[in-house]
């Protein structure tokens, strides 16, 4: 039969330029060898507003599809227990959305968003208007408790929100 054979004509950059260790000679830079003004301006105008908390909760034993989680239920014993200051304004179920569900509470200064996926997820959307830390931490830990031994925690992200391209927390908490 026909062969059809492939010669490459030209080679660029196939090869890499071996250097002994005594021709090696890099150029360091330090930082202050490069301007800084934009990124230091946009430190100085950003304003961190909240914190956004995102929690992803899996079940921990799959085989229990048969206990569903009234996530209405525990987002209401977290947010309305007595050692919180969430203050709930509102809360609206949706089941009505695939296999699970969706609540949504508004609060004084925070709103939740909470997703079941009908099966072993759990989605939750925290946002408040502090921007510390400890109350995800107290949300998280009060969620946990309440949802039951089913679930734990598998992803956990936490970033400040605010306006002019935000990127620190205020209080200087990297957590």
Request: proline letters at 8%; aromatic letters at 0%; hydrophobic letters at 45%.
């Given at each position: 039969g026909d062969t059809f054979m492939v010669k490459p004509s030209v080679l660029q950059g196939g090869t890499l330029t071996y250097l002994e260790d005594h021709e090696f000679n890099p150029t360091m830079f330090s930082q202050s060898d490069y301007d800084l003004s934009a990124g230091k301006q946009q430190l100085k105008d950003q304003v961190a507003l909240g914190r956004q908390s995102v929690f992803q909760l899996g079940r921990s034993d799959s085989s229990h599809h048969d206990?569903?989680?009234?996530?209405?239920?525990?987002?209401?014993?977290?947010?309305e227990g007595d050692d919180t200051d969430f203050n709930v304004e509102s809360m609206r179920v949706y089941d009505d959305v695939g296999d699970g569900v969706v609540v949504v509470a508004r609060c004084e200064k925070a709103t939740v968003v909470a997703v079941w996926d009908g099966r072993d997820n759990i989605l939750v959307n925290l946002f408040q208007c502090d921007q510390q830390r400890l109350g995800a931490d107290y949300f998280l830990t009060s969620f946990m408790q309440a949802i039951g031994e089913d679930w734990s925690k598998e992803l956990r992200d936490d970033m400040p929100r605010g306006t002019n391209k935000v990127i620190n927390f205020s209080s200087g908490d990297p957590k």
């Open positions: 206990n569903s989680p009234n996530i209405a239920s525990v987002l209401s014993t977290v947010l």
